[in-house]
T-cell receptor, first 114, second 115 residues
Framework: GEDVEQSLFLSVREGDSSVINCTYT??????LYWYKQEPGAGLQLLTY?????DMKQDQRLTVLLNKKDKHLSLRIADTQTGDSAIYFC??????????????FGSGTKLNVKP | GAGVSQSPSNKVTEKGKDVELRCDPI?????LYWYRQRLGQGLEFLIY????????KSGLPSDRFSAERTGESVSTLTIQRTQQEDSAVYLC?????????????FGPGTRLTVL
């Protein structure tokens, strides 16, 4: 099946940029997502990108997609302590039973130091 | 509804007991998903419903796991004869439709601890 890999931890200082990386194996992926999980909460959708795009910007968030290398990154500009959370990358697999299965990475825990 | 809700938020049970976890999706969402998240790990897909039909049950870890959905509303995930390895957070998500990788909205999860 599809494999989605992320580094487990990232620590940055408040005000710096954070870059969270993700690699995936399915070359037929059509969508890739970033979700944020705060302690004790469910996953909150941050942004997503279509596979025919290289970049998507949404306020402080920039998503970069290198389809050739199957590499996705999420850059958070001016990182704040409120950004401390676990960030999950998700790859959407090919449709089966009229359903696109999401494959999630193990999550990157972002720690923002004041 | 405002969002996906799940109950209970926490469940502690003894090994061998049965548990039922409940998910209330966003009103109007036809698709519903169950995931399992073990401590420090990513999400493991369990089962998906389109309406009250579950075409793909291949993610259920064993025959002790089953799930039902009433129409396009509430779903219950049942784990029979719980084992310690079932301890995890069980997350439910719903989406407007299932095709086209429609965005999934997640509930807060049920934390299950099997002693």
């Amino acid at each position: 099946g599809e494999d989605v890999e992320q580094s487990l931890f990232l620590s940055v200082r408040e005000g710096d940029s954070s870059v969270i990386n993700c690699t995936y194996t399915d070359s037929s992926s059509t969508y890739l997502y970033w979700y944020k999980q705060e302690p004790g909460a469910g996953l909150q959708l941050l942004t997503y990108i279509f596979s025919n795009m290289d970049m998507k910007q949404d306020q402080r968030l920039t998503v970069l997609l290198n389809k050739k290398d199957k590499h996705l990154s999420l850059r958070i500009a001016d990182t704040q302590t409120g950004d401390s959370a676990i960030y999950f990358c998700a790859d959407v697999g090919p449709q089966k039973y009229n359903f696109n299965k999401f494959y999630f990475g193990s999550g990157t825990k972002l720690n923002v130091k004041p | 509804g405002a969002g996906v809700s799940q109950s209970p938020s926490n469940k502690v049970t003894e090994k061998g007991k049965d548990v039922e976890l409940r998910c209330d999706p966003i009103s109007g969402h036809t698709a519903l998903y169950w995931y399992r998240q073990r401590l420090g790990q990513g999400l493991e897909f369990l089962i998906y419903f389109q309406g009250n039909s579950a075409p793909d049950k291949s993610g259920l870890p064993s025959d002790r796991f089953s799930a039902e959905r009433t129409g396009e509303s509430v779903s219950t995930l049942t784990i029979q004869r719980t084992q310690q390895e079932d301890s995890a957070v069980y997350l439910c998500a719903s989406s407007l439709r299932s095709g086209g990788a429609d965005t999934q909205y997640f509930g807060p999860g049920t934390r299950l601890t099997v002693l």
